[in-house]
């Protein structure tokens, strides 16, 4: 029964905005979920007169499960700011407001051509940033792992294979594990996608008075968000984007392939991975081990100063931080291998 699920949607959604409207402090997002509320109440008589219609008997009121008690529980615990994903996933509007983002730094948008700018850039940023962080995951944890071995005193050959091996397993986990995520986070925007446009077929007036609420809850003046709230409206494609970044605090391009996902981070991985390995592959010299160490701590000083870009830190203090944290878990491999080491040849 299509009706009754949207029915219980949106009751499901008026109990949670009145109970993050006790839980919130802030007046301006205290005032966003109460008039929320009343809309989605509003929005609810609309699939209640389709029931009664239809002939299908509602519910006397609305019960929440256990999964709404629960997110509850954890949002009075921990906050409305760190739940933003739970809450978004449970349709729940106005995440946007959550996202620390000054509203003059973010400027509101006065005609369509405005809406999403600048968006796609951010986008390609954090695809940046996820490759220069599953390098570094590869070239620390194989690091790591050869120093541990290489402290056992391990022949050349024997730290070679285990090095292949832990780069082959590292990056096929790395790979399954982002495919699983990005599949799980892509079924869930593709659900609420599809929600939203259907709503805003249904009651495109109702959804650009929650547009409106979330532009007002965020300091823009009641005018000025009414007037940009409507005008999106207009046009369907960029209302359902602006009304899936505003309303659920999820971007559309995120709606990534999965195995593109997967494929990318087994790349990423594996050539972080393979860099301590280079002088037993090539078997450069006697002094792989040394080698190995140099390219590591290179690396590594690169790999944290190209972060520096993204977390707008010092581009030296990033590089000797990365390094200095590189160090920290080969120095201890390193131990652990001798220990194994002397012990195996007592």
């Given at each position: 029964m299509e009706a009754l699920d949207s029915w219980k949607e949106e009751k499901?959604?008026?109990?949670?905005?009145?109970?993050?409207?006790?839980?919130?402090?802030?007046?301006?997002?205290?005032?966003?979920?109460?008039d929320l509320s009343g809309l989605a109440e509003r929005q609810a008589k609309i699939w209640e007169k389709k029931l009664i219609d239809a002939n299908v008997a509602i519910p006397e009121a609305y019960h929440p499960d256990l999964r709404i008690r629960t997110v509850l529980w954890l949002v009075q615990c921990f906050g409305i700011k760190s739940l933003r994903a739970a809450l978004a996933a449970l349709k729940v509007r106005g995440m946007s407001a959550y996202q620390g983002v000054p509203v003059t730094s973010?400027?509101?948008?006065?005609?369509?051509?405005?809406?999403?700018?600048?968006?796609?850039?951010?986008?390609?940023?954090?695809?940046?940033r996820a490759a220069v962080f599953g390098i570094?995951?590869?070239?620390?944890?194989?690091?790591?792992?050869?120093?541990?071995?290489?402290?056992?005193?391990?022949?050349?050959?024997?730290i070679l294979l285990a090095g292949l091996a832990g780069l082959l397993a590292g990056a096929s986990s790395m790979a399954a594990g982002e495919y699983v995520s990005v599949r799980s986070q892509r079924e869930m925007l593709e659900y609420q996608l599809a929600l939203e446009k259907s709503e805003l077929e249904l009651y495109p007036e109702e959804e650009a008075a929650e547009l409106a609420l979330i532009y007002q809850a965020r300091g823009i003046p009641k005018d000025e968000a009414e007037k940009v709230a409507n005008l999106l409206i207009k046009d369907p494609e960029k209302a359902l984007d602006t009304l899936?970044?505003?309303?659920l605090g999820i971007n559309p391009s995120d709606l990534v392939s999965p195995l593109g996902a997967a494929i990318s981070s087994f790349v990423a991985f594996a050539i972080g991975a393979f860099?301590?390995?280079?002088?037993?592959?090539?078997?450069?010299?006697?002094?792989?081990?040394?080698?190995?160490?140099?390219?590591?701590?290179?690396?590594l000083f690169s790999v944290g100063s190209i972060l520096s870009i993204f977390t707008q830190r010092n581009t030296w203090w990033s590089g000797l931080r990365m390094l200095l944290i590189g160090a920290v878990a080969g120095a201890f491999t390193y131990f652990i291998g001798s220990l194994f080491g002397v012990s195996s040849s007592m």
């Amino acid at each position: 029964m299509e009706a009754l699920d949207s029915w219980k949607e949106e009751k499901r959604s008026a109990y949670l905005y009145q109970a993050l409207a006790q839980i919130e402090t802030n007046p301006l997002h205290k005032k966003m979920f109460l008039d929320l509320s009343g809309l989605a109440e509003r929005q609810a008589k609309i699939w209640e007169k389709k029931l009664i219609d239809a002939n299908v008997a509602i519910p006397e009121a609305y019960h929440p499960d256990l999964r709404i008690r629960t997110v509850l529980w954890l949002v009075q615990c921990f906050g409305i700011k760190s739940l933003r994903a739970a809450l978004a996933a449970l349709k729940v509007r106005g995440m946007s407001a959550y996202q620390g983002v000054p509203v003059t730094s973010h400027p509101m948008p006065v005609t369509l051509e405005d809406v999403g700018k600048g968006h796609s850039s951010i986008s390609k940023g954090n695809n940046i940033r996820a490759a220069v962080f599953g390098i570094n995951d590869g070239l620390i944890s194989n690091a790591s792992l050869i120093l541990g071995i290489a402290g056992a005193n391990a022949g050349n050959q024997f730290i070679l294979l285990a090095g292949l091996a832990g780069l082959l397993a590292g990056a096929s986990s790395m790979a399954a594990g982002e495919y699983v995520s990005v599949r799980s986070q892509r079924e869930m925007l593709e659900y609420q996608l599809a929600l939203e446009k259907s709503e805003l077929e249904l009651y495109p007036e109702e959804e650009a008075a929650e547009l409106a609420l979330i532009y007002q809850a965020r300091g823009i003046p009641k005018d000025e968000a009414e007037k940009v709230a409507n005008l999106l409206i207009k046009d369907p494609e960029k209302a359902l984007d602006t009304l899936a970044r505003e309303e659920l605090g999820i971007n559309p391009s995120d709606l990534v392939s999965p195995l593109g996902a997967a494929i990318s981070s087994f790349v990423a991985f594996a050539i972080g991975a393979f860099i301590p390995l280079i002088p037993y592959v090539f078997d450069l010299s006697a002094a792989n081990l040394s080698i190995t160490i140099g390219l590591t701590a290179i690396s590594l000083f690169s790999v944290g100063s190209i972060l520096s870009i993204f977390t707008q830190r010092n581009t030296w203090w990033s590089g000797l931080r990365m390094l200095l944290i590189g160090a920290v878990a080969g120095a201890f491999t390193y131990f652990i291998g001798s220990l194994f080491g002397v012990s195996s040849s007592m």
